[in-house]
C-alpha cells in the first residue's frame, strides 16, 4: 500500500522558514519523480515543485527562489525548503507521487499558516 506522510508544517510569520518533510512507504521511492502541491482556503490544487528520480527539480515562478525541493532515496523522504515565507504560501502542503498535480497518491497534507 502507497503512504506518503506529510510533516513540518505550522504557524510562522512573514519572511520565516519551514521545512516540510514526506515519508513514503509502500512502493520503490528512487524510481518514481516527486511533486509537491498546495491547496489554499476555497482554491484548487496549485503545483508547488517536483523532482525528478534522478534529482532535477523544476519549480514555478510563484515560489523561484523562496522554495527548494530535494529527496534523500536512502530515507524515502521528499523535502521541500520554504523561505522568505508569505501570507499567500497560506494553505495545505501534499505530497504527491508523480508529476501529476492532481494525482490521487497523495498524503493526507500537512497545514501551513503564514501570519503575524
Known amino acids: 500500500e502507497v503512504q506518503l506522510v506529510e510533516s513540518g508544517g505550522g504557524l510562522v510569520q512573514p519572511g520565516g522558514s519551514l521545512r516540510l518533510s514526506c515519508v513514503a512507504s509502500?512502493?520503490?521511492?528512487?524510481?518514481?519523480?516527486m511533486t509537491w502541491v498546495r491547496q489554499a482556503p476555497g482554491k484548487g490544487l496549485e503545483w508547488v515543485s517536483s523532482?525528478?528520480?534522478?534529482?532535477?527539480?523544476s519549480i514555478p515562478d510563484s515560489v523561484k527562489g523562496r522554495f527548494t525541493i530535494s529527496r534523500d532515496n536512502a530515507k524515502n523522504t521528499l523535502y521541500l525548503q520554504m523561505n522568505s515565507l508569505k501570507i499567500d504560501d497560506t494553505a495545505v502542503y501534499y505530497c504527491?507521487?508523480?508529476?501529476?498535480?492532481?494525482?490521487?497518491?497523495r498524503g493526507q497534507g500537512t497545514q501551513v499558516t503564514v501570519s503575524s
Open positions: 509502500g512502493f520503490t521511492f528512487s524510481s518514481y519523480a
Open positions: 504527491v507521487r508523480g508529476s501529476a498535480v492532481s494525482s490521487p497518491l
Open positions: 523532482i525528478t528520480s534522478g534529482g532535477t527539480s
